[in-house]
DNA sequence: TCACGCATGTAAGAGGTTACATGATTAG
DNA sequence: CTAATCATGTAACCTCTTACATGCGTGA
């Protein structure tokens, strides 16, 4: 009877928008970035549970060109049920990070590669924030909306903002352990070629 | 026959010094804080595992007053495989935030819980921060070590920084977010007592 | 012709949590 | 007297990933 955060997630979106599974799975791996990537399947066997506990409804649409599709649409109890959830305690999150553990034997290996390392996840998070930054940009230009904290867009800026400053701060990371590399090379004796 | 992440988190654990199983579990939730809080039902099969892979050997330790024990110490295949795990590629890290979703449901709440709510979170990640402060200035002390790249210490140094960059920017956010609504509830509709 | 987008799902397995079991010593 | 610390483990369960299955239309 107990819904999983996954099912809260779908249930967030939905209180916005009807989607279909393939929509909500596509939402969550894009740009707009809300939350994290899940699978198709998790997503569409989490859709009938929360159709089972009478949480969403669906309606289905029949396609000539394209597979038949079930369009979700969040029920009066899925939205009370969201809302009473949305301001209950939660635990803080727990970051199950390898590179932190990589960086952690830094001490027993070749600064060359772990620089390579670093650089790579350097660039990518730098991507991801210009990503974001774009997003940024797209919803300030509508500015009424970001006041309003009866809109979804209002929500959206919300958690843009954490992902920016995740981002922001992961790069600037790797950049740091990056530069601590390259000093620490400079003190320590240059590799017998 | 493959290590898990858990393995490898142990195995860098052990690659700096001998622990029990109750050590490392003990490390992984302290202060100190390395990596993340794994149950000691992980703990335990998973250094089993990682002697019948010969990664780790043991020493029964037989004890009187306390249960006996097994001091764990990786040899030098874990070590050998360890380093080169260390620089080879991952993907980056998967955030599951509850924090974030229930963030992304604001719009339909009311401000004053939710406000409640981060303010929790902000105070949270504020005190996590003073903890890793106080390891910083320890680790600080003796400077060497930092600027020496074959020294634990170092990589301690690497991680810490992390850890404090993102409670940091964590608490920021949250502090951000309250003062957001706070901000909005002067623009909406007084509520009805 | 081949891959991609649309669209929904099942099955097997890996990873992680919660609960349970045991038992002595020590601090409040 | 009760709770915490030390110390190791098993069993059941939940969550999440990977692999598999199907099939049409469109653009390169």
């Not at 509508?142 to 701060?169: H, K």
Request: hydrophobic fraction near 40%.
């Amino acid at each position: 009877m107990a819904v999983t955060t996954l099912g809260y997630a779908l249930l967030s979106l939905l209180a916005v928008k009807s989607y279909t599974g393939y929509d909500l799975g596509r939402l969550m791996r894009s740009p707009i970035s809300v939350f994290w990537e899940a699978r198709y399947s998790q997503i569409y066997p989490e859709l009938s549970r929360l159709e089972s506990q009478g949480l969403v409804t669906y309606q289905a649409v029949t396609q000539h060109d394209f597979p038949d599709k079930k369009i979700y649409t969040i029920t009066d109890d899925g939205r009370a049920l969201l809302r009473i959830w949305a301001t209950e305690p939660v635990d803080p999150p727990v970051i199950r990070d390898e590179l932190v553990i990589k960086a952690y034997s830094l001490w027993m290996v070749d600064p060359e590669p772990a620089q390579e390392l670093f650089r790579y996840h350097e660039q990518y998070h730098l991507a991801k924030l210009q990503q974001y930054e774009e997003v940024q940009r797209d919803l300030e230009a509508s500015p009424e909306a970001l006041n309003d904290p009866t809109s979804p867009t209002f929500a959206q800026y919300i958690i843009l903002q954490r992902d920016l400053g995740f981002e922001r701060e992961y790069a600037v990371w790797c950049h740091w352990v990056v530069e601590r590399l390259e000093q620490t090379m400079r003190f320590s004796s240059p590799p017998i070629n």
